[in-house]
């Protein structure tokens, strides 16, 4: 049958019957059909209409179907399709610039996304140090390619294990849950002073880098106290360690700034995005690194490539992205609806007994549920769900409220472009949800 003829059940068969699906056991995966997409919603195969307060995977950030986006790919694509890693293209050289303007470091490499990303900002973080190992944090993602997924802490590294080798890792700025039983208000920062610790252990002189998330997305939006930067940057210049930071989720506009290390003071000595980098209209990513490691590479082979490196459509939708960014004041939106966010996110701390901690920078965000306040017993075991979570969730689906839940935790993170009124509808579903587990808790 011609694409046209086919229903959407017919669509939802041949892609469960012919592809796989990430992270899932293939028989329970119930992939929903997408028809058609603008601005912060989509329309399932039924043309149900659903508020998308995911942006897809935390990448969307100027909406769907945006008309400028869509214009300049049709134009590249016209003007030049691809040209391979080893040419000069318009593009990319614009793209170029404009990533060292906004981040303050020199020269970026392009991959095709946030693993591959990583994975070259590892590797070329140990050919500029001659070092080998790299200090990462256990609440981590950074990917799931074999280097990437090492680097990572999350549960999901471990079907992988043992991995690369050299990776060591850290614990978390968790202030809701300090793995050292700390309070934020007194505590002298042991999510930082551990880590010299472990560079003693591990040989100062072997580290090549730490490589952390901005703020840290998939695990909990743990946004670390004030000062946790300016320390991590002080110990890396301490022993010679690069400052990897990984603004794939966090990055581009996500908390309202290019990285989120920005709202820190701090610089990185290399950065690693993708995601909102084109906002996922091509797929795109990029290691950005400091003036040191490019004038290193100017007389030292940088070993490294792949063919889509630098590719032209996928630079100019990056390039027409960033521009939205500007001409729309969508930094600036995220700011306000931030504020909105964040006050609907305590009131609802407040509001529910399922509520144990919200947390949000810009429109990156979390509500972390728990059984109980006092306790702070999880509602979904670590790497785990629970009837409470998983009825929120169904919930939340039966209100078209397309919205990221993991363990005990429901992320709020729509497209930066969202309006207060399209935020309120999405959380005062979210509200009602709450009050469904509150009710269940309660019996
Ligand atoms: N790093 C972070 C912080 C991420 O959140 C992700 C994806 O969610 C990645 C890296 C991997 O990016 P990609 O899926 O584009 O390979």
Same mark, same amino acid.
């Given at each position: 049958?011609?694409?046209?003829?086919?229903?959407? /059940? %017919?669509?939802?068969? #041949?892609?469960?019957?012919?592809?796989?699906?990430?992270?899932?056991?293939?028989?329970?995966?119930?992939?929903?059909?997408?028809? &058609?997409? #603008?601005?912060?919603?989509?329309?399932?195969?039924?043309?149900?209409?659903?508020?998308?307060?995911?942006?897809?995977?935390?990448?969307?950030?100027?909406?769907? /179907?945006?008309?400028?986006?869509?214009?300049?790919?049709?134009?590249?694509?016209?003007?030049?399709?691809?040209?391979?890693?080893?040419?000069?293209?318009?593009? &990319?050289?614009?793209?170029?610039?404009? =990533?060292?303007?906004?981040?303050?470091?020199?020269?970026?490499?392009?991959?095709?996304?946030?693993?591959?990303?990583? %994975?070259?900002?590892?590797?070329?973080?140990?050919?500029?140090?001659? &070092?080998?190992?790299?200090?990462?944090?256990?609440?981590?993602?950074?990917?799931?390619?074999?280097?990437?997924?090492?680097?990572?802490?999350?549960?999901?590294?471990?079907?992988?294990?043992?991995?690369?080798?050299?990776?060591? &890792?850290?614990?978390?700025?968790?202030?809701?849950?300090?793995?050292?039983?700390?309070?934020?208000?007194?505590?002298?920062? #042991?999510?930082?002073?551990?880590?010299?610790?472990?560079?003693?252990?591990?040989?100062?002189?072997?580290?090549?880098?730490?490589?952390?998330?901005?703020?840290?997305?998939?695990?909990?939006?743990?946004?670390?106290?004030?000062?946790?930067?300016?320390?991590?940057?002080?110990?890396?210049?301490?022993?010679?360690?690069?400052?990897?930071?990984?603004?794939?989720?966090?990055?581009?506009?996500?908390?309202?700034?290019?990285?989120?290390?920005?709202?820190?003071?701090?610089?990185?000595?290399?950065?690693?995005?993708?995601?909102? =980098?084109?906002?996922?209209?091509?797929?795109?990513?990029?290691?950005?690194?400091?003036?040191?490691?490019?004038?290193?590479?100017?007389?030292?082979?940088?070993?490294?490539?792949?063919?889509?490196?630098?590719?032209?459509?996928?630079?100019?939708?990056?390039?027409?992205?960033?521009?939205?960014?500007?001409?729309?004041?969508?930094? %600036?939106?995220?700011?306000? /609806?931030?504020?909105?966010?964040?006050?609907?996110?305590?009131?609802?701390?407040?509001?529910?007994?399922?509520?144990?901690?919200?947390?949000?920078?810009?429109?990156?965000?979390?509500?972390? =549920?728990?059984?109980?306040?006092?306790?702070?017993?999880? =509602?979904?075991?670590?790497?785990?769900?629970?009837?409470?979570?998983?009825?929120?969730?169904?919930?939340?689906?039966?209100?078209? *409220?397309?919205?990221?839940?993991?363990?005990?935790?429901?992320?709020?993170?729509?497209? *930066?472009?969202?309006?207060? /009124?399209?935020?309120?509808?999405?959380?005062?579903?979210?509200?009602?949800?709450?009050?469904?587990?509150?009710?269940?808790?309660?019996?």
């Amino acid at each position: 049958a011609q694409a046209a003829e086919r229903t959407s /059940q %017919e669509i939802v068969q #041949e892609n469960r019957d012919y592809t796989l699906f990430s992270w899932s056991v293939q028989g329970a995966a119930n992939p929903m059909l997408m028809k &058609r997409a #603008e601005g912060v919603y989509f329309w399932d195969g039924d043309d149900n209409r659903w508020l998308d307060f995911s942006a897809q995977l935390i990448n969307m950030n100027v909406g769907h /179907q945006h008309p400028k986006v869509l214009e300049a790919i049709k134009k590249q694509v016209d003007e030049l399709c691809f040209a391979g890693p080893g040419f000069a293209t318009e593009p &990319r050289g614009v793209l170029g610039k404009k =990533l060292a303007e906004v981040t303050g470091l020199a020269k970026a490499f392009f991959t095709l996304g946030g693993s591959e990303a990583n %994975e070259n900002a590892m590797k070329i973080a140990r050919l500029f140090t001659g &070092r080998n190992k790299i200090i990462t944090r256990y609440r981590s993602y950074h990917g799931a390619t074999m280097g990437s997924m090492t680097a990572s802490g999350d549960p999901r590294r471990w079907p992988v294990e043992p991995g690369i080798p050299g990776v060591v &890792r850290a614990f978390d700025p968790y202030c809701y849950r300090c793995p050292f039983g700390q309070k934020v208000e007194t505590c002298h920062r #042991e999510c930082v002073s551990h880590i010299e610790e472990i560079i003693q252990m591990e040989g100062p002189n072997e580290i090549a880098a730490i490589l952390v998330e901005g703020i840290t997305g998939s695990n909990g939006i743990l946004v670390p106290p004030d000062d946790y930067y300016p320390k991590l940057r002080a110990l890396c210049d301490k022993y010679g360690i690069l400052l990897i930071d990984d603004e794939v989720m966090s990055g581009f506009g996500r908390t309202g700034k290019y990285l989120a290390t920005q709202h820190y003071g701090i610089k990185p000595d290399i950065v690693t995005a993708a995601k909102g =980098l084109t906002s996922g209209y091509m797929p795109l990513g990029t290691v950005i690194v400091s003036d040191p490691i490019a004038q290193y590479f100017e007389t030292h082979m940088l070993y490294g490539g792949l063919t889509y490196s630098g590719h032209p459509v996928s630079c100019a939708a990056a390039n027409a992205n960033l521009a939205v960014y500007e001409e729309e004041q969508i930094f %600036e939106n995220v700011d306000t /609806q931030g504020v909105y966010l964040a006050d609907r996110l305590n009131a609802i701390k407040d509001k529910f007994d399922c509520v144990g901690d919200v947390r949000s920078i810009g429109l990156f965000s979390v509500i972390e =549920l728990v059984k109980d306040k006092a306790s702070k017993e999880p =509602l979904a075991p670590f790497n785990g769900t629970s009837a409470e979570m998983a009825k929120l969730a169904m919930y939340l689906k039966s209100q078209h *409220l397309y919205a990221f839940t993991r363990f005990n935790m429901l992320w709020v993170c729509p497209p *930066l472009v969202i309006t207060q /009124q399209q935020l309120a509808e999405g959380l005062d579903i979210i509200e009602r949800g709450l009050a469904l587990v509150d009710e269940a808790l309660q019996h």
